[in-house]
């Protein structure tokens, strides 16, 4: 089994920035592909991150510039730094990781940011 328990998120007024962060245990490496995706209220859950297990990492276009995934492995955590927030990056935050081909998740965390 596999264990991913967000923290960091919150209230921020637009403009700021919030650091998500994601411990991981159970039967996981860091190396494995891990992310982040958001879900909007009233929208489907959508990816905003990946790192792959190389280290590489992508971002859906309305994050780029603003957002970076990280990793910890001595931490076995994952990052998300959220910067220059916007008030459409509200949503709730889910945490994954893709272990043998499963995508395990989080149980997500709150993002707002107010104008």
């Known amino acids: 089994q596999v264990q991913l328990v967000e923290s960091g998120g919150g209230l921020v007024q637009a403009g700021g920035s919030l650091r998500l962060s994601c411990a991981a245990s159970?039967?996981?490496?860091?190396?494995?592909?891990m992310g982040w995706s958001c879900q909007a209220p009233g929208k489907q859950r959508e990816l905003v991150a990946h790192i792959s297990s190389g280290g590489s990492t992508n971002y859906t276009d309305s994050v780029k510039g603003r957002f970076t995934i990280s990793r910890d492995n001595a931490k076995s955590t994952v990052y998300l730094q959220m910067n220059s927030l916007k008030t459409e990056d509200t949503g709730v935050y889910y945490c994954?990781?893709?272990?043998?081909?499963?995508?395990?998740w989080g149980q997500g965390i709150q993002v707002t940011v107010s104008s």
């Open positions: 994954y990781a893709i272990v043998w081909g499963i995508q395990y």
């Open positions: 159970g039967r996981i490496f860091m190396t494995n592909p």
